[in-house]
């Protein structure tokens, strides 16, 4: 079946570090998404994909790196993370003929 | 700027009854509609769309919305709601650029009282 797989499921980490978060998608789907999730905000974009090698910049992208070595693989990647960036953060993929998406399950990032 | 606006935050209902979750948007061009549901502690999950055609579409589980261009609306209803249907609904908008970029609402946490 096809899907979109997150890891980790949930991260702790301290502020400063860097953080990566892995995105895999069997839809073979070209765009790919990095959302983050608060309270008050709903989903906001972060960074998107339209295929291998693409990166682009959403609504909220700094402080975030993005990249897409494959088809499959989207990674988020927070070279110095704050306390700011906890939130969860959901991958999504999409067909660019189509506008339905689909969710990974999200990773509950928490900076201490 | 496209916004996209759900009016309530919270909803809550009897199981049986109906309800209609609300959402508005701004854009002027061609867009696409589309709902998503979120039960707790899970991703999103795609409910139903709109581009063109009969404005009132179904989707899975009894669900259905209606775009209406006059109100730049879209809002979902359900006919009877079960306890399972509890759940945080989010409207999403697309502009039709090609990209496929969705920008979505804040979300209505459905709420359904057994």
């Known amino acids: 079946e096809a899907a979109v797989t997150q890891s980790p499921r949930n991260k702790v980490a301290v502020t400063g570090g860097k953080v990566t978060l892995s995105c895999n998608q069997t839809?073979?789907?070209?765009?790919m998404y990095w959302y983050r999730q608060d309270t008050g905000h709903g989903l906001r974009l972060i960074h998107y994909s339209y295929g291998a090698g693409s990166t682009e910049k959403g609504d909220i992208p700094d402080g975030y790196k993005a990249s897409r070595p494959s088809q499959e693989n989207f990674s988020l990647i927070l070279e110095l993370a704050t306390p700011s960036q906890t939130s969860v953060y959901f991958c999504?993929?999409?067909?660019?003929?189509?506008?339905?998406?689909?969710f990974g399950s999200g990773t509950r990032l928490l900076v201490i | 700027t496209q916004t996209v606006s759900q009016s309530d935050a919270h909803v809550t209902v009897f199981e049986g009854d109906s309800v209609e979750l609300r959402c508005n948007y701004s854009?002027?061009?061609?867009?696409?509609l589309s709902w998503y549901i979120q039960h707790h502690g899970r991703g999103l999950q795609f409910l139903l769309k709109?581009?063109?055609?009969?404005?009132v579409v179904q989707g899975v589980n009894g669900f259905e919305a209606e775009f209406s261009k006059s109100d730049s609306s879209f809002h979902l209803r359900k006919a009877s709601v079960h306890w399972s249907d509890s759940a945080v609904y989010f409207c999403a908008v697309s502009p039709n650029t090609g990209y496929q970029n969705f920008y979505f609402g804040k979300g209505t946490s459905l709420t359904v009282i057994p």
């Open positions: 839809n073979n789907h070209n765009n």
């Open positions: 999504a993929s999409g067909d660019a003929g189509g506008f339905d998406y689909t």
């Open positions: 709109y581009y063109s055609g009969n404005p």
């Open positions: 854009y002027g061009g061609s867009i696409y």
